[in-house]
């Protein structure tokens, strides 16, 4: 196996998001490109993320799944500068990876088995429910979320007369309600969601102008992202409210 990305921003940046969900995963590559499946270890958050062959200047490979550190990988990966080249040779036992600029460095980073079973990320989420969706700038996004983390630990996605509507509330409140600044379609919903998982998302999502998101009442979120060749896809459980 051998793969040359040119400009390695987004596997680089690709695997600092991945990290702040999970340590271990599996690199797959296939005809297709690179993808990683994962979800958290607590079951709450799945992330789907791909890298399609295009976006890599060689791409010789048989089908190859590599299971690997993130905190290893990622620490090697920052050390890519900002006109670095990166190649990625599988060994039998490790990942040679060497970043190309001025001079040729190299590193090796031995490969290990992930414990976790394998998840197939399109067989897990097409049986989800979505009937709302929601594509708002992700700047807005973002603030929307950091003024709900103010106030409380979780905050509520909805629908409701065509507006979409962000809020929390705790021993106080917050609430952003967006109508023509968002394209909004699909059925009034509403769900909440924790925020120490929302704000993990937000490094995600400050990589592209647009987020899509895709919900139903008391359903997971799917939080859509794409920057330029990368895909990454979150999943998140919904907090469900129960009385006593």
């Not at 599988?90 to 990876?97: G, T």
């Not at 962000?166 to 023509?180: L, P, Q, V, Y």
């Amino acid at each position: 196996m051998k793969l040359k990305l040119e400009s390695p921003s987004e596997l680089v940046k690709g695997i600092e998001i991945i990290s702040e969900l999970v340590n271990e995963v599996r690199l797959k590559v296939t005809e297709f490109g690179l993808s990683i499946t994962a979800m958290d270890p607590a079951n709450i958050s799945l992330v789907g993320y791909s890298l399609p062959k295009e976006a890599f200047s060689i791409f010789e490979t048989d089908e190859e799944t590599l299971g690997v550190n993130l905190d290893e990988l990622k620490g090697i990966l920052k050390r890519c500068g900002a006109k670095s080249s990166l190649v990625l040779e599988k060994k039998e036992n490790s990942l040679d990876i060497f970043i190309e600029d001025k001079i040729r460095r190299s590193f090796s980073l031995n490969l290990i088995e992930v414990e976790r079973d394998e998840i197939d990320f399109k067989q897990k989420t097409e049986r989800m429910e979505f009937v709302s969706k929601v594509e708002i700038n992700s700047c807005d996004l973002t603030a929307s979320i950091e003024d709900c983390s103010v106030v409380s630990d979780s905050c509520s996605f909805e629908i409701k007369e065509g507006k979409f509507i962000i809020s929390a509330r705790g021993t106080n409140s917050a609430k952003s309600e967006f109508c023509d600044e968002a394209t909004i379609s699909g059925e009034n919903s509403r769900s909440k969601y924790s925020l120490e998982y929302l704000q993990k998302f937000l490094k995600g999502v400050k990589l592209c102008e647009k987020t899509i998101l895709k919900f139903s009442s008391d359903h997971p979120l799917m939080v859509e992202i794409k920057a330029n060749h990368m895909k990454v896809n979150f999943v998140l459980a919904p907090r469900v409210e129960t009385e006593d």
